[in-house]
């Protein structure tokens, strides 16, 4: 961002609490930390004067609206949150923007579970091990869902068949709640929200995590979303470039393997100067590592529990 209607002290007080904010990162009390990153936001803005009066005021600080392309290109995983609750107003919006979101023949097979009660919170965080989860304000579980649909489809005296048997339907499931999720979490970038998508809820227990929520038959947990007022801003992590990302019209024929090899060790480079916690961990090594732990999960006998994947179609 560009520096807009500062004389240099102000210029000066922005550098200085920049450098702290990376230097004590992984030290700041939370509300600290907030106001630090509060007070930079409020320095920068066009409506200087205004937004300086009220800096104290986290109202001020959080419902500060993004760009699409902020909001897009941004992005960033925050896993420290502050006490502060999120306003209802924005609450409503993701809300919104998760019943908007396009599903497969518009039948809406997801559900979301919203979860602010502390000792729920906490039961997850520890199956999970994911600290996010206890400090956000909000934890949203996204499920893949044909409970509704056959409910209905029974009162309407309906054979609703076997589709949540199939690949396809459990796929169709996966989707719908995936898509679910991007909407909420594009809705809460856009109003400077912090989110983080946590995977793990799908594979750590199912059959725990589905007695913690009471999932009826046929609703599967697929991601997590945690919701909370940033308490840190991590770097942005590198991404593969495009010619890797986006073929034009067909697969790529070419040999990648050097480009891979690059982002590879662009990774590395990432891990190794990033602020706060520091790492060796590479591209390849680290994510293969992810995957051998996921053959153990036994995901598909789990899934069968719920009431999918019984078919062999």
Same mark, same amino acid.
């Given at each position: ?19 702290? @904010?990376?230097?004590?990162?992984? +030290?700041?009390?939370?509300?600290? *930390?907030?106001?630090?990153?509060? %007070?930079?936001? /409020? &320095? ?108 209905? @489809?029974?009162?309407?005296?309906? +054979?609703?068949?076997?589709?949540? *048997?199939?690949?396809?339907?459990? %796929?169709?499931? /996966? &989707? ?138």
């Amino acid at each position: 961002m560009r520096l807009r209607n500062l004389d240099a002290k102000y210029a000066i007080f922005f550098y200085i609490i920049k450098e702290l @904010a990376i230097f004590f990162e992984d +030290d700041f009390d939370d509300r600290l *930390h907030l106001n630090l990153l509060g %007070t930079m936001r /409020v &320095i920068i803005c066009d409506d200087h004067e205004g937004r300086r009066a009220n800096k104290h005021n986290p109202n001020t600080i959080r419902n500060m609206s993004k760009t699409v392309e902020q909001t897009l290109l941004e992005r960033r995983s925050i896993r420290r949150n502050t006490r502060d609750a999120i306003a209802r107003e924005d609450l409503d919006f993701i809300f919104e923007a998760i019943r908007n979101t396009p599903t497969s023949y518009n039948g809406e097979q997801f559900s979301v579970i919203d979860i602010d009660d502390p000792g729920l919170k906490e039961e997850l965080y520890r199956l999970t091990n994911q600290k996010q989860i206890k400090t956000c304000n909000r934890f949203l579980v996204f499920c893949a869902d044909f409970h509704k649909i056959e409910a209905a @489809a029974k009162a309407k005296g309906i +054979d609703a068949g076997v589709f949540p *048997h199939t690949a396809d339907g459990y %796929t169709v499931g /996966v &989707i719908d709640a995936s898509l679910a999720l991007m909407s909420a979490l594009v809705a809460a970038e856009s109003r400077g929200l912090a989110t983080c998508p946590v995977g793990y809820i799908r594979t750590v227990d199912p059959d725990r995590v589905a007695e913690l929520l009471h999932l009826p038959q046929r609703v599967a947990a697929i991601c997590g979303l945690t919701l909370g007022i940033p308490a840190e801003m991590p770097d942005l992590k590198p991404k593969q470039p495009l010619p890797l990302l986006v073929h034009h019209n067909a697969y790529r024929s070419d040999d990648m393997t050097q480009e891979l090899l690059d982002f590879d060790r662009t990774v590395v480079e990432y891990n190794r100067s990033r602020s706060g916690s520091k790492t060796d961990n590479d591209w390849v090594s680290h994510i293969t590592g992810y995957y051998r732990e996921g053959e153990s999960y036994h995901l598909l006998q789990a899934m069968r529990r719920r009431g999918y994947l019984t078919e062999e179609s």
